[in-house]
């Protein structure tokens, strides 16, 4: 199977290196504190925030966590993470509670940790949940699929903590970016990246590769800080910059997009809703 | 969905589209760009920004910059620059009446979900009992304490009482502490002590589930925060509906107990978003005067129907209006009643337009008012 096209063009009609379209949308689900839905091309998340709220302990949701791991100062985020059944080709049998949503619910929490600012709302929780609606491309196996839906995932997250009024340093965003070793080969290392715009900083970084899939952890930039990366595959020092410089750039792209769509969102509540401060200054 | 999904029609559409149009030009006259999103940088007076300038909520400091960490719009206040969050939940404020619902009844307290970070707490000993208040003779002493509340104390002034003690000679003492016990049994009155039994009982007071309304009473140094009741207006809410909208929407006022006359009805504004909308209740206190009252009112079930119904209608209304005040309300149910609509199409698209443009002219006459 060939990512490119003799024409050029990629297996979902792009450019190699152009970006999915984006579409995001926020408020999407009633009842959450705050909500949205994004999309990168064909990749559909929906994200739904509760909370902060007083700490539950419910120990079946969120397998590892419970009392023992409240914290009194800050306040503890809880992700989780699914696939809908319906959101592959053919219809899925286990939609979560398996290893890669566990590690991918993990990330979410992790990257999320690092922009929310806990220490504002002691002794209560945050609970993302996320929950994937459709993937890219149905002939694809599910490892090809984690990077794109890992990015939707984290862009998703942040829309929907930013609607629920949650002060956060910066809005993180994602990207991945992917390299064709050879013309012939079945796809090449494949890097995630998350980054705070803002702060420019990298809080996240995984790599992958679809075909070896060998776990090697390599390669640490100096300027990146704060978590672990994981690193599943080889690449050479100054691909990886390329393919890194790439995906930077992307979720600088969707920073943008991401914060017109919040402005927007903000602008809507204003305008319906910003009578309060200069009625009152009438009377 | 959030966001109001109604079938509109085609004129409908454009009514409204024209409606929210003003009700956007006129809000930008009235602030312009003070939205912010996350991250972004507020722009402050330099000569003055780091000497002088104070961050308030949702701001933070970043490399010498102000940068916003909700979505909002910046508000000053003298040197005092804060980003107010729009969707967000609720933050308390000492002094606020809010509607909470009873989630767990705990040792001596009941804790209530307010929309706030945390649950919140009311105390037994912080509320008022339906038998608070008793005479009592044996904490009688020769100082009384003044208390404000209490009417019937007042009048007598504890100096008077003391001056009276000083003067009188010790012979007569052991006399004088007998009359005054005696005095004091009279005059004391102080809300009961709390028994293991009121402890046994406080399910009889509010259950889980219930719909109590209460004030802030302050914050513990730990963050947790203290709900009291100890006024008769306070406690459980019964037979009605509670509107959850978002906080923000609710304006802080010095009224938040509306009685709506022409519909026998009792609306609560609670300032953390929930709305009480319920029958009218005249002595809250005694559960004896209650019950004779509600054997009466609900021999109209059909009244109640009429009016709770249109009362639902505020939902809407606030995704339009969004400035919650009883007189907007009560307007909006007239409107409701002259242009004689059904109860069931109140939720419909041709009156969630015909209110827009109300809103629309409304807040176009207002601002005129204000120029």
Known sequence: MEYVSPEGLRLDGRRPMEMRQLRAEIGTVAKANGSAVFEMGNTKVIAAVYGPREMINVVNVFQVQN???????????????????????????????DRRSTEI????????????????????????????????????????????????????????????????????????????????SAGGPDVTVGILPKLDKVT?????????????????????????????????????????????????AIANYIREVLLENTKQLEYRGVCNSYVSGSI | MRGLRLPLRQTQRIRLQRALEKLQSLSCKANSDASVTVADTIPVNYEDAFLNCLRGHGTTD??????????????????????????????????????????????????????????????????????????????AEFTIIPSADNGIRR?????????????????????????????????????????ALDELNMRGIFEENDVVCAEIRNFQHDGSLQLQARSQKYGKLEKGQ???????????????????????????????????????????????????????????????????????????????????????????????STVKIDIHDMLGSEFHVLVAEREAERRSLMGKRKR
């Open chain 1, 67 to 97: 009392r023992s791991q409240q914290i009194n100062d800050q306040a503890l985020v809880r992700c989780e993470y699914s696939m809908a059944n319906f959101s592959t080709g053919d219809r899925m049998r286990k939609p979560k509670g």
């Open chain 2, 155 to 195: 009048n007598f002034s504890p100096f008077l009482v003391k001056r009276d003690l000083s003067s009188i000679g010790k012979r007569f003492l052991s006399l004088v502490a007998l009359l005054s016990l005696l005095f004091n049994y009279l005059i004391v009155r102080v809300s009961r002590r709390r028994t």
């Open chain 2, 62 to 139: 970043l490399n010498g910059d102000l940068v916003a960490t909700v979505c909002g719009v910046v508000e000053r206040i003298n040197k005092l620059v804060y980003v107010r969050a729009l969707r967000a939940r609720y933050k308390p404020e000492v002094g606020d009446i809010v509607v909470g619902r009873v989630v767990e009844v705990s040792q001596k307290r009941w804790r209530l979900e307010i929309n706030f970070s945390l649950d919140a707490i009311l105390m037994l000993s912080s509320m008022n009992m339906p038998d608070g208040i008793q005479w009592e003779a044996t904490r």
């Open chain 2, 242 to 336: 509670l509107l959850i909208v978002d906080p923000y929407l609710v304006k802080k006022s010095k009224q938040h107990f509306h009685r709506l006359e022409q519909f026998g009805i009792d609306l609560i504004l609670g300032r953390n978003g929930f709305i009480w909308v319920g029958e009218h209740v005249e002595a809250r206190d005694s559960m004896v005067v209650d019950q004779a009252n509600s054997s009466e009112q609900s021999m109209v079930p059909e009244e109640k129907n009429q009016t709770h119904t249109p009362l639902e209608m505020r939902q809407n209304i606030c995704r339009i209006a969004m400035l919650i005040d009883a007189d907007l309300i009560l307007e909006t149910v007239e409107l409701s």
């Open chain 1, 204 to 252: 996240l970084l995984q790599q992958f590769n679809l075909t070896t899939h060998s776990s090697f952890y390599e390669l640490l930039l100096a300027y990146l800080v704060h978590f672990p990366f994981i690193m599943d595959a080889k690449l050479p020092v100054d691909i990886f910059e390329n393919v890194m410089g790439l995906a930077t750039e992307g979720c600088k």
């Open chain 1, 105 to 184: 619910s993990l990330v979410i929490r992790q990257t999320m940790e690092a922009c929310i600012l806990t220490h504002l709302m002691p002794r209560s929780q945050i609970d993302i949940f996320v929950q994937v609606l459709q993937v890219m491309e149905r002939n694809i196996s599910i490892l090809n699929v984690s990077a794109g839906t890992r990015s939707a995932c984290i862009n998703a997250a942040t829309l929907a903590l930013a609607d629920a009024g949650i002060p956060m340093r910066d809005i993180v965003t994602s990207c991945s970016a992917g390299f064709e070793l050879h013309e012939d």
